[in-house]
Nanobody
Framework: QVQLVESGGGLVQAGDSLRLSCAAS????????MGWFRQAPGKERELVAA????????VYRDSVKGRFTISRDNAKNTGYLQMNTLKPEDTAVYYC?????????????????WGQGTQVTVSS
C-alpha cells in the first residue's frame, strides 16, 4: 500500500508560482511512476504531468508545457510539481498519484494510489 499526501496549494494571482509536494509512505516510492492530475468543478480529472520510476522520462499536457516541471527525489520519497506563470484556467484540485503500470504516461485510469488533493486557485 502507498500513502500519498499533497501540500503546497493555495490562492495566488495570475503570473505567480507555486510548488506542490507529494510525500509518499508505505511501499518503495522509487518503484512507482508518479503523476500529477487536476480536476476542476464539473470537469473530468486530467493528467497534468507524469514522471517515470527513475525520473528519466516525463510527459506534460500541452497547456502546461514550458510552465510546469515535474520532478522526484527518491531519497526523500517525495515528488514535486513546480508551477510557474499560473493562469486562472489552472484553477483546480491537484492530486498526486502513483502506479506500477507501464502506461504511467496515459491517464488517471492507469493509476492505483491517490492523495487527497490540494486546492490551487489562480485569480485574474
Amino acid at each position: 500500500q502507498v500513502q500519498l499526501v499533497e501540500s503546497g496549494g493555495g490562492l495566488v494571482q495570475a503570473g505567480d508560482s507555486l510548488r506542490l509536494s507529494c510525500a509518499a509512505s508505505g511501499r518503495t516510492f522509487s518503484s512507482y511512476a508518479m503523476g500529477w492530475f487536476r480536476q476542476a468543478p464539473g470537469k473530468e480529472r486530467e493528467l497534468v504531468a507524469a514522471i517515470s520510476w527513475t525520473g528519466g522520462a516525463t510527459v506534460y499536457r500541452d497547456s502546461v508545457k514550458g510552465r510546469f516541471t515535474i520532478s522526484r527525489d527518491n531519497a526523500k520519497n517525495t515528488g514535486y510539481l513546480q508551477m510557474n506563470t499560473l493562469k486562472p484556467e489552472d484553477t483546480a484540485v491537484y492530486y498526486c498519484a502513483q502506479t506500477l503500470s507501464s502506461n504511467w504516461w496515459r491517464s488517471a485510469s492507469d493509476y492505483n494510489y491517490w492523495g487527497q488533493g490540494t486546492q490551487v486557485t489562480v485569480s485574474s
